[in-house]
């Protein structure tokens, strides 16, 4: 089956631009997570969504910082007014969830959309 | 709050060299613990990880033992091949009585096998 997808694999913009990124998770994964990875540094967590809703936003650095999952599949992360500290490596990974039923949920992740705030 | 810990690199090794990545870590709660590998050009992908104390993950000849008392997870091959080059990355998760496995990723670690 396919993995996670992510779209697009690169985007460009303008400092204060509005930006979208996509991400496809697994079938039937119920648990979706965004990371950001900066360079030469680690992913960090940046928002958790289990089902349609967004569970843990403790990651998301301010309010320019959006993600929604209306269908509970589909998540789009959303930044407003765009700064060039926003430059980073987006990545959405996807797990099966709470129906897992286990002591851990490995995720699994995509490859990842690179913006670039010049 | 929850952190790891990893080796600086890069590292360099020839092949058939026996590699050590050093991690260690913080935690809240009683972690799971894995290792991530971002090959050149692709994404991150799970090698191995442990769920509890004294279990060791290991895959592709590559092994880490959960060490709750030293709170470690090394990273070990006995003997690394050229293909073996990439980033590596510790992390752990941390229920804490939920659903959220969030990830919490040490820097990385860079390694490159040379011929």
């Known amino acids: 089956g396919a993995g ?19 991400c496809d998770p697994i079938s039937g ?59 980073a490596v987006y990545l959405c990974a996807s797990s099966l969830g709470a129906a897992s039923g286990r002591s851990t949920d490995t995720q699994y992740f995509g490859p990842g959309t690179r913006l670039t705030v010049l | 709050g929850n952190s790891v810990t990893q080796m600086e690199g890069p590292v360099t090794l020839s092949e058939e060299a ?3 990545i050093n991690c260690t ?50 990273l070990e091959k006995g003997s690394v091949q050229v293909s073996d080059s990439a980033v590596y990355f510790c992390a752990l998760s941390d229920r804490g009585g939920g659903s959220n496995y969030k990830l919490t990723f040490g820097k990385g670690t860079l390694l490159t096998v040379n011929p």
């Open chain 1, 4 to 22: 996670v997808s992510q779209t697009p694999s690169n985007k460009v913009t303008e400092k204060g631009k509005y930006v979208e990124l996509r």
């Open chain 2, 25 to 74: 870590y913080t935690a809240t709660g009683y972690p799971s613990l894995f290792w991530y590998v971002q090959y050149p050009g692709e994404g991150l992908q799970l090698l191995l990880k442990a769920t509890k104390a004294d279990d060791k993950g290991s895959n592709k000849g590559f092994e880490a033992t959960y060490r709750k008392e030293t709170t470690s997870f090394h």
């Open chain 1, 29 to 87: 994964h119920t648990a979706l997570y965004w990371y950001r990875q900066s360079l030469g540094q680690g992913p960090e967590f940046l928002i958790y969504f289990q089902g349609t809703g967004a569970a843990d936003d403790s990651g998301l650095p301010n309010d320019r910082f959006f993600a929604v999952r209306p269908e509970g599949s589909v998540s789009t992360l959303k930044i407003q007014r765009t700064e060039r500290g926003d430059s």
């Open chain 2, 18 to 20: 026996f590699l050590t």
